[in-house]
């Protein structure tokens, strides 16, 4: 017996002990379309070699100082971490840092660093394949929203090829899904 058979055994068994006669479940991607563990394991590395934690990660403060909090991992700037506005620029620096790595502030307006877990609802759960590509691609959110701002380096990671992206998307979509609605960039006006 499948592991797939076991569950849905499973599934019947709690269903008929608890009085449910009627069971609607969305079933899980069939077989064919699972990611393959290669895909998912390379995903993870170039993730992890891309530096994808270092912003979309917050951070928290450990024994050593600042650490990425993992119980988090990649679910971008916390909803309920409200900022004041930034300070202004002085001197020759052109950008502010929230304490969580996760804001930045500069010339181009505020960015927060977007929820890269598979949650269906604030996170890449409704990206396709290729919406994740082609916003790698051309600096477009889902492809054709609004431009990417900075710090994100899609200019240096749309030279990934195809592969890689599509085994980063396969690691992102296999992640524990954390639902955090991160707020809306802040896009300053142009001067």
């Not at 450990?62 to 409200?82: F, I, N, T, V, Y």
């Not at 431009?147 to 200019?155: E, H």
Request: aromatic share 6%.
């Amino acid at each position: 017996m499948s592991r797939l058979e076991a569950s849905w055994i499973a599934v019947a068994a709690v269903g008929a002990a608890i009085g449910v006669t009627s069971l609607t479940v969305t079933a899980a991607r069939p077989e064919s379309q699972a990611p393959n563990a290669d895909a998912v394991k390379r995903g993870n590395y170039l993730v992890l070699t891309a530096g994808c934690h270092d912003c979309h990660t917050p951070v928290k403060m450990g024994p050593q100082g600042p650490e990425p909090d993992m119980s988090l991992a990649l679910s971008g700037h916390p909803a309920a971490m409200k900022l004041p506005p930034p300070p202004a620029p002085s001197g020759p620096w052109i950008a502010s840092i929230a304490a969580s790595m996760t804001a930045w502030a500069g010339p181009w307006g505020i960015s927060y660093t977007a929820n890269l877990t598979p949650d269906k609802e604030t996170g890449l759960g409704n990206y396709t394949e290729a919406q994740f590509i082609q916003t790698i691609r051309d600096g477009k959110k889902q492809g054709r929203g609004r431009a990417l701002l900075p710090p994100m380096p899609w200019p240096m990671y749309r030279n990934f090829t195809d592969e890689d992206l599509k085994a980063i998307f396969a690691y992102l979509q296999s992640i524990k899904p954390i639902q955090n609605k991160v707020p809306d960039p802040v896009v300053a006006e142009p001067k």
